[in-house]
């Protein structure tokens, strides 16, 4: 007898990802749904999803789903959470919305520990508008807004958004992780369990950032769009716990 | 012995299983799924020792195993 060792999670409906080949969202939509299922909180978790490529998340999630006004996914969350703070509420961001337009939001609701948690989708780029410079865009990177690369003189360097929000004293739990290869996805899965579970427990506010791909606005196939972020993005992008109340005595 | 399940009209053809895959039995198949691409399909299955990295690394959840 066949025991069924992988399959869809439940908090997953069945509509296909409406993303392109090779993106990893929907990795990201599948770890996200799996730990709602392994924590059993699907049916008291309300999701925002923000404006982006993921904006359409609230078809694919087994679960209460808002969308909130481009960048304004923390500020939501924090609205909601404080009204209903038995919900399990978390937000999912890509880095034009979290990094650019949302950064005062996410920096004030870090700084207030909000007990909400945050999946910080870092693509490098604009994805749905077409591909544009993002604040993550790395250094060189060539865009449609940067044909020549990206200038730090007049672009400045690329934002480690994680780096910065640890530096405040109140978040309890900040971790950067990847998904390129099977040992990298294991490990974002255990980080964004945490901070569900911290959520859970009232530790304070969470964030994950994955580091993901855009193969078709980096104008590479899947494959060389894995590669590419493991040569160009984590050296610049390290992948760590940058912040873990539990550690801190 | 293991199995995988593969939902062909799920799969956009990425081939993301296939460099995942230790035993190289992932390959992309020459035949076209309903939204044009072409879907994984698994050579010599008997080879298949059921580790789920093709299906954790799909994008798509198109993948189910069996073990």
Known sequence: MM????????????????????CHHGIIH??????????????????????????????????????AAHGRAPAVATGIKRVKPNNIVFTYQGDGDL??????????????????????VNNAIYGMTGGQMAPTSLEGQVTQTSPYGRDPKTMGMPIRMCELLSTLNSPAYIARVALTKPAYIIRAKKAIKKGFQYQIDGKG???????????????LSPKEAN???EKKM???????????????? | ???????????????????????????????FNKKSYHP??????????????CAMTCPDVALEVYK
């Open chain 1, 227 to 229: 590669e590419w972020l």
């Open chain 1, 205 to 219: 506010f969470s964030l994950i950032e994955v580091l993901s791909t855009c193969p078709t606005n980096w104008g």
């Open chain 1, 30 to 67: 599948r770890l996200i749904a799996e730990v709602m299922d392994e924590l059993n909180i699907a049916q008291d978790t309300i999701g925002i999803a923000p404006v982006g490529c993921s904006v359409f998340a609230y078809l694919f999630f087994n679960c209460d789903m808002i969308v």
């Open chain 2, 40 to 53: 994984a399909e698994q050579i010599n299955p008997e080879k298949c020792n059921g580790c789920a990295f």
């Open chain 1, 3 to 22: 025991k069924k060792v992988f399959a869809r999670p439940k908090s997953l409906t069945e509509v296909p990802f409406t993303y392109c080949p090779g």
């Open chain 2, 1 to 31: 012995m293991a199995k995988v399940i593969i939902d062909q009209e799920r799969c956009k053809g990425c081939e993301l299983c296939t460099i995942v895959c230790p035993q190289k039995i992932m390959v992309m198949s020459k035949s």
């Open chain 1, 99 to 120: 990094a650019s337009i949302g950064t005062a939001e996410i920096v004030h609701a870090a700084n207030r520990s909000e007990k909400i948690t945050v999946i910080f």
């Open chain 1, 234 to 249: 984590i050296p610049y992008y390290p992948l760590a716990e940058f912040k873990n109340v539990e550690e801190v005595s």
